[in-house]
């Protein structure tokens, strides 16, 4: 049984809008997620999804108020320019804690929760899909976060790995109660183990319990829903989001 949600709220959004020029993608949109929560965020291509993360970790510029309470770690979205950067996968999980003097007995432990014990010193770029995710999620976990955001962390990777993943954010959120926000095409595992359902497209269109909520009742907000999860089935991503460093990420109280 999921553990009950704090009544703390960890991530505060209010009258949130983003322009791209006169392009309004994000319209006034507000939420509260609580401590512990494990959100699951959906919604058609070009909905806004990235975006709405981006200003959350106040990557780019918006209208509105985002408010972080607590330490955030950030799996961007997949590009083939982070896959081919010649770095090791120490190198790119230790980012975070580079600054401590021990900061490969805390890599290497982090590496053994994510299932990539022994690969240190891979180059990243020759990791499989699902082992780069897992190397990401290592990276946004190593610096101790409270708040997890990830952009479509299971793209590119096959059923077995989305669900080794997905057990992988499962345990972070029962366990060490780590609050997840996290954009997700597949709409059948955001059902299966996230708590809260955000569906997006320039507005939020709702937002509340999974066991309230139902794929049908998705259906009847988006109209397009159907050629929505059809397109998704062979969704390649074409985006390229750069690799913020976080470690100055300004804390909000
Ligand atoms: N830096 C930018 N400059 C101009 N337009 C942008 C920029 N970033 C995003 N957009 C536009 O904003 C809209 C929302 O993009 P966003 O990447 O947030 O969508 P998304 O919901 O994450 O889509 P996907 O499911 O494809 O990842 C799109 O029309 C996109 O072209
Ligand atoms: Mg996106």
Same mark, same amino acid.
């Given at each position: 049984?999921?553990?009950?949600?704090? !009544?703390?709220?960890?991530? $505060?959004?209010?009258?949130? %809008?983003?322009?791209?020029?006169? $392009?309004?993608?994000?319209?006034? $949109? @507000?939420?509260?997620?609580?401590?512990?929560?494990?959100?699951?965020?959906?919604?058609?291509?070009?909905?806004?999804?990235?975006?709405?993360?981006?200003?959350?970790?106040?990557?780019?510029?918006?209208?509105?108020?985002?408010?972080?309470?607590?330490?955030?770690?950030?799996?961007?979205?997949? %590009?083939?320019?982070?896959?081919?950067?010649?770095?090791?996968?120490? !190198?790119?999980?230790?980012?975070?804690?580079?600054? /401590?003097?021990?900061?490969?007995?805390?890599?290497?432990?982090?590496? &053994?929760?994510?299932?990539?014990?022994?690969?240190?010193?891979?180059?990243?770029?020759?990791?499989?899909?699902?082992?780069?995710?897992?190397?990401?999620?290592?990276?946004?976990?190593?610096?101790?976060?409270?708040?997890?955001?990830? !952009?479509?962390? /299971? %793209?590119?990777?096959?059923?077995?790995?989305?669900?080794?993943?997905?057990?992988?954010?499962?345990?972070? @959120?029962?366990?060490?109660?780590? &609050?997840?926000?996290?954009?997700?095409?597949? $709409?059948?595992?955001?059902?299966?183990?996230?708590?809260?359902?955000?569906?997006?497209?320039?507005?939020?269109?709702?937002?509340?319990?999974?066991? /309230?909520?139902?794929?049908? !009742?998705?259906?009847?907000?988006?109209?397009?829903?159907?050629?929505?999860?059809?397109?998704?089935?062979?969704?390649?991503?074409?985006?390229?989001?750069? @690799?913020?460093?976080? %470690?100055?990420?300004? /804390? @909000?109280?």
């Amino acid at each position: 049984m999921a553990s009950s949600l704090n !009544d703390e709220p960890v991530v $505060i959004v209010k009258n949130l %809008s983003v322009k791209f020029g006169e $392009i309004e993608v994000l319209k006034d $949109i @507000n939420f509260k997620v609580y401590k512990k929560d494990f959100v699951g965020i959906i919604g058609p291509n070009g909905a806004g999804k990235s975006t709405l993360i981006r200003s959350i970790l106040g990557m780019i510029p918006y209208e509105g108020e985002v408010i972080l309470k607590g330490k955030v770690g950030y799996v961007p979205q997949l %590009s083939s320019f982070n896959r081919e950067f010649p770095i090791s996968v120490y !190198d790119f999980v230790r980012l975070p804690v580079r600054k /401590e003097k021990n900061w490969k007995a805390i890599v290497d432990e982090v590496l &053994t929760k994510v299932g990539l014990e022994g690969f240190g010193k891979r180059l990243v770029g020759t990791l499989s899909g699902g082992q780069y995710q897992r190397a990401s999620l290592a990276r946004a976990i190593v610096g101790k976060p409270d708040i997890v955001i990830l !952009d479509e962390p /299971e %793209s590119g990777v096959d059923e077995m790995g989305k669900a080794r993943f997905y057990d992988l954010l499962y345990e972070l @959120n029962e366990d060490l109660g780590i &609050t997840i926000l996290m954009v997700s095409h597949d $709409i059948g595992m955001v059902f299966e183990k996230c708590k809260t359902v955000m569906c997006l497209n320039k507005t939020l269109h709702c937002h509340g319990p999974t066991r /309230e909520i139902s794929p049908e !009742d998705i259906k009847k907000l988006f109209g397009e829903f159907d050629i929505w999860i059809r397109a998704h089935s062979h969704y390649e991503v074409e985006h390229a989001h750069e @690799n913020p460093d976080l %470690s100055n990420l300004k /804390e @909000n109280k």
